[in-house]
């Protein structure tokens, strides 16, 4: 089974710059879209489709904000929107999919750049996000997790770590959130097959980053360790453009 997640930057404008020809020729079995910035109720039927595909969204009550979309090939995503949290599914973060034998959380965290009160939101959705997976866990359910985590974990994961340390994004605090992940038995699966791979999946549009690859490694699909003997890959898919975010991918038996 391949998986795929991509924050999108919009769900329309990777549209108009050809996601669907993308998804014709990888042919994911699952797709996670974030920040997709719609809502499916006010387009028209094509617009929110994909061919061969089912979905499920979650969708922010601030009109072009957020969002996520979980596509699942072939018959109806058994989905469901939302951690049950409202201070955090207003803002249409989570989508969860029943993949069988484990659970799908597909997540755009958010972003704690704006101010110290969107930084202690972040922070908090962490901390809720963690108690649910690991409730999950502990009653039986395994989980896979993906999405823009909007935290670069380690210096490796971002090409000017110096310069950043003081930037939403490579905070210790924030930081040390996803060390805490790894110490409740969460793996980061590009890392678990790339452990010393400097590779990103968001470069800043403002500088031109990409084209010099100045990046974060910010998207990621974590795993429970139980699920590890059934890893097959991870990787990065660099060369999609359409966004300033690339896919990333997971392939799991």
Not at 5 to 10: I, L, R
Not at 32 to 57: F, H, V
Not at 126 to 140: D, K, P
Not at 204 to 210: G, L, P, Y
Request: aromatic letters at 12%; glycine letters at 8%.
């Amino acid at each position: 089974m391949r998986l795929y997640s991509w924050n999108v930057n919009g769900w329309r404008a990777a549209c108009r710059k050809g996601l669907r020809d993308w998804v014709d020729k990888v042919k994911p079995d699952l797709l996670c879209i974030q920040e997709s910035k719609a809502n499916p109720a006010t387009m028209g039927p094509e617009e929110s489709r994909l061919d061969g595909y089912s979905s499920c969204w979650a969708v922010a009550e601030r009109p072009g904000y957020s969002g996520v979309a979980t596509f699942c090939k072939g018959a109806d995503c058994l989905a469901h929107p939302g951690l049950g949290i409202d201070r955090f599914d207003a803002e249409g973060r989570v989508v969860v999919t029943d993949c069988g034998d484990f659970d799908l959380y597909n997540v755009y965290f958010p972003n704690g750049k704006k101010d110290s009160e969107r930084l202690a939101f972040k922070l908090d959705f962490y901390a809720a996000f963690l108690e649910r997976i690991n409730q999950q866990v502990a009653a039986g359910r395994p989980v896979v997790f993906c999405g823009d985590v909007n935290t670069a974990h380690r210096p490796i994961d971002l090409a000017r770590p110096k310069e950043n340390q003081r930037i939403s994004g490579f905070l210790p605090e924030e930081r040390a959130c996803l060390d805490l992940w790894e110490q409740h038995g969460w793996v980061d699966s590009f890392r678990h097959f790339h452990p010393d791979a400097a590779r990103y999946s968001w470069w800043s549009q403002r500088t031109d980053a990409r084209s010099r690859d100045i990046g974060w490694r910010l998207d990621y699909f974590w795993v429970h360790q139980s699920l590890l003997p059934r890893l097959q890959d991870a990787g990065i898919a660099t060369e999609v453009t359409g966004s300033d975010h690339c896919p990333v991918w997971l392939e799991i038996q």
